[in-house]
């Protein structure tokens, strides 16, 4: 049976960059408030004109690059998104175009800011099992079209972001490398905690001028909610994976958390005993890009030279659903 490793890792973000000044200047805000409750100093936001193919593109070419292969020698695409270009069809199809490739099969999944972690999961498992060698994974979100910009959306408004990470999984022979195990769960308990209520196929008509003026498109949060979930599950399910293949929260050489909010990964931390240089955060920079946030932090790490052959290296999340999971590998 092979195992599945990463051969490659890209990352793209929105050229524009939206600082916490600027939305001072448009709603009951301040950039203390913002850097102080979530770590986040700016983030990027599209312009109009760039889709999230177009990000997911520019990740993709980094990651095969990396990787030494060409798109052609791809078997299949898992693009996790909650963001669409469109309603439909998702996104995957529009890449697999957008790289000249053959009919290969692509798959798109959509579990929040967990989709990563998942995505990676079905990636080791297809490559386990020997349906397909090399597959590309890629996370992408646009979240900035879907934000209320006023006083009444702040608390999502300032956190959320746009970008895109991708890896080119491949199917390998060397025992010592790879995806070691997964931990996924889903509770839809807690759903409305963490939701776009709207637009949704049961209405008519599916959007209506009256329910977006209530505001129904927006990402709604309860906020308190989804931290004391996040805080709790991310470091349980790290346990779990450790657990699995006998190891401690000492032997990681990099965890990268989720970039919810750097309260968030600084009580996970903390809750897993773990050392600053073991957990690798972003957040400052790039805000939070739901599923793209393990990716885009990945690639930073690779090109930094941060990880070595043989690391433990784990991925954690948890978002709405609510969702949550972790991966470990060895580099
Ligand atoms: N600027 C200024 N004030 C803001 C604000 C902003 N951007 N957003 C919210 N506030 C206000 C609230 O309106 C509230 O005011 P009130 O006391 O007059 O009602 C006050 O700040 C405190 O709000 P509260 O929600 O209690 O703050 P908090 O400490 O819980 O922080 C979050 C809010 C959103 C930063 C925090 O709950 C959080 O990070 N939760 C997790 C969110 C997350 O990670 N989501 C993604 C999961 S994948």
Redesign the pocket.
Known sequence: MPNAVILGTGRAVPARTVSNDE?ASV????DD??RT??GIRERHWISPGETGVDLALTATRQALEMASLGAEQLDAIIYATITPDHFLPGNGVYLQHHLGLGPIPAFDIRL??AGFVYALAMADTFVRSGAYRRILVVAQEIQSTRMDVSTKG??TA??FADGAGAVVVGASDDPGRGILTFDLHSDGGYADK?WVEEPGAILNPTISAERYAEGRYFLQ?D??E??RH?VQRMPESVRTCLGRIDAKPADLALLIP?Q??L??SEMVQKELGLRDEQVYNNIERFG?T?SATIPIALDECVRAGRLAAGDLVGFTA???GFVWGSVLLRW
């Open positions: 939305f709603m009951d805000t301040s408030w913002i409750r979530t929040q800011c702040r608390h300032v956190i963490l949060m906020g308190k989804v931290f996040a989720h919810a909010n309260r968030i939070n739901t948890f978002g709405s």
